[in-house]
């Protein structure tokens, strides 16, 4: 606990030098203060603009109230403004330190010490909830590394935003949460090397968070509170019962406990292949993320994510993957036929969960084959469908069409080793996504560039680099970093696994490619072809 707070008065210089020269340079305990003295009265501030931290000794001073009582300084690099008795800042931003100061026997005293460790944590906190309104990502940073400068915990940054976003999701859980529990775990693995270091996973959670819920009112989460029950809260989902499934999840972290929901709502993930394999990744993502941040962020997290499955768009319902629910019906568990990757290449949706179903007897060979599938059609993938314009919408594919199939695949080993009973359904999901793959693949393309001869040097190399990533999008450094943990996680749980030097090799050709974000022509000849069908 912090001590009351002691005064550390030191003198700074005769009153007479700064009257003569009106603004002054004064260095104590590591600060750069600066002072002037204006109409008899002596202010002192930090020297460093907090924005950019050009020295505000240079800045320009003025009076901005009407009886000219109000002092203002302007930093003259980027016209930042402040008030030197407050400290506020005038323009939106950082506020700018303050120093008491006195005069004593014709000497300037300034007061140095520190404000109490708690109170500093809790200003960098509340300034750090400030620069969510224009999203201000530098501040966001400035901010944390305050946070963690004053003995504060960076993740207590990653909390508050949680706390601060999650009833800003309409549609729920998002890719700012599923990427939460990679950047924090690139932390663990490399956030030692350098202070900023340590601090940029937290800072990439807490923007990404800002950006997902940047201008959006609130969706509040409806009241009530039930005695939770497993089966009646996957009944709720597949219902679309908002109200009724964050009654029982409300229910079961105030309960038995977060960790009595994880059974359930991977059940309702895969009671349908949906939203593209997002459903499941989702549950597997959320359950990591309270595991790193505290039971007291289940319940907004878990609220978070059964909104989504309420949400969920339920692809097997649509005719391009309307063989899975037969399939399903006829999985047996007693299909004995050998299985291997070759024989999904080019299978489209129907054949596949048909060929997958004659080796339900065997899901590791089978999780193997479809697994080896996803690699080999990932390794493959003809980018030229990323480029084209010539094409009606659901030939709209990119490089996140294949990575899917690696996250959803890493979700199902995760999920289903802990649920045994849905490996039925999770394995069949793959099998949708190997069909659905299956048509954007090119053969003969040369893959030699791509070999990675030892997977956990290549991860070693490839990893520490997205603490300088250049990608503006935050929805597209979301996959860069889900996709390549969720591969070596992949690979640690089955390095001899016959996929393995496949998978890398997909990874690798993944991040030595061009990723297409937008699609001006595409956009714009399917936004004809559909009007013109509209009559």
Known sequence: MDKKRKPEWVEAMPLTVLEQAGRKIFKAGGKQIALFHIDGEVYACNNRCPHEGYPLIQGTLDTTGSDGGVCRLTCNWHNWKFDL???????????????????????????????PARERIETALANLKESFRDHNYTRMAREIARLK??????????????????ERFEWGTNHAIAAAPDWLELGEDYGDEDPASSIIPNVEVVAHLAWDSLRWERFPFPDGEMAFDADRLVEAIEAEDEAEAVALVRGACRGPGWRALDAPVTRAALAHYQDFGHSLIYCYKTRQL??????????????????????????????????????????????????????????????????????????????????????????????????RHDRPVPDNVNWLNFTHGITFANAVRAQCSRHEDLWPDALLQMACFTGRNAAYTEAQQDMAPYVVDDPEAFFEDLLPGFFDHAEPEYIVSAHMVKLPVATREEIRARPDAPWAPVLAAAVNRFFQSRIKRKHVMRTAKQSVVFVAAEG
Do not use: C
């Open 149 to 166: 400068a004053a003995g504060g915990d960076p993740l207590e940054a990653v909390r508050q935003a949680v706390l601060w976003t999650h």
């Open 290 to 387: 309270v595991e790193r941040l505290g039971d007291a962020l289940a319940e907004p997290l878990y609220l978070t994510l059964v909104r989504a499955l309420v949400n969920a768009s339920r692809e097997d319902l649509i005719p391009e993957f309307k063989a899975y629910r037969p399939a399903r019906a006829a999985w047996d568990g007693a299909g004995d036929a050998p299985v291997a990757p070759e024989e999904f290449y080019s299978l489209n949706v129907p054949r596949a969960l048909d060929r997958a179903n004659r080796s339900s007897g065997d899901r590791t060979a089978l999780f193997d084959a479809l697994m080896g599938a996803a690699a080999w059609q990932m390794l493959h993938f003809d980018t030229h469908w990323g480029t």
């Open 85 to 115: 008795v407050s400290g506020a800042n005038q323009v939106g931003g950082d506020r700018l330190r303050i120093y008491p100061t006195q005069i004593r026997d014709g000497a300037i005293f300034v007061d140095i010490v520190d404000a």
